[in-house]
């Protein structure tokens, strides 16, 4: 079997972030639909931003993982310092969202080709910040780690996890979305988004196992036991 190239965890944890971000930004350009795991959270910045301009859809991912970081405690029935960790990530996320949506702006999506390949490139870019975010050992974003966390509890296949938390945010997306602008007028929640929930579990498995293939994860500091605590 031939050598594995070796890839630092850190590194792997700090790309997910920002590729994760962009693919993001780029699925909400298209305007086929966000991820339906950040659809709740943009539903609420589409809702709260007429009246608060400040409210970003990066502020609102960090505000709404606080409240899943608060659900993830009482389902593990503990508290742990890396779910503080995964907020100070969350913060981080939504600070580069808010970068990537500003330097996406300029790209156009005048027609179903423009929309539809920044479909593309986004739910692709999303399963890879995923899949290298599955990698580390520094906490993920909440969303992320709710996933790893009841995986490794219940002994579940991630993926397999992931698209059952994926397609329940979908669902939830759909209920804020019927709150906020009534039956009829869909925000956030699109076409794209119900696609994106039945194939993002697939698409963020393959990648791992791609990523797993080609590289050896190995950590480049010794930070991991802050991080098991």
């Not at 539809?116 to 580390?136: E, K, M, Q, R």
């Not at 050992?137 to 009841?150: N, T």
């Not at 397609?167 to 906020?180: A, M, Y």
């Amino acid at each position: 079997m031939k050598n594995k190239a070796v890839f630092s965890t850190e590194l792997a944890y700090l790309l997910g972030i920002i590729i994760l971000a962009l693919g993001t930004a780029f699925m909400e350009r298209a305007d086929f639909g966000v991820s339906m795991v950040v659809a709740p959270a943009y539903i609420l910045h589409i809702h709260f931003h007429k009246t608060y301009s400040f409210f970003t859809f990066g502020m609102a991912e960090y505000v709404l993982q606080f409240f899943i970081l608060i659900i993830l405690c009482i389902v593990m029935r503990k508290a742990k310092i890396s779910y503080l960790f995964s907020f100070v990530t969350a913060v981080f996320y939504g600070f580069t969202l808010d970068f990537c949506i500003k330097i996406l702006s300029s790209l156009p999506r005048e027609t179903m080709f423009d929309r539809s390949w920044n479909y593309v490139a986004g739910i692709l870019l999303c399963a890879l910040g995923v899949a290298l975010l599955f990698h580390t050992y520094i906490a993920p974003e909440a969303y992320e780690l709710f996933v790893k966390e009841l995986s490794a509890s219940f002994n579940k296949r991630i993926d397999r996890v992931k698209t059952v938390y994926d397609t329940c945010s979908c669902l939830i997306g759909v209920l804020l979305s019927f709150i906020f602008f009534g039956f009829g007028h869909f925000e956030g929640v699109k076409l794209g988004t119900i696609l994106c929930a039945l194939i993002n579990g697939w698409i963020i498995g393959r990648t791992s196992a791609l990523l797993e293939h080609f590289f050896e994860f190995k950590d480049s500091l010794s930070l991991r036991p802050l991080f098991d605590r």
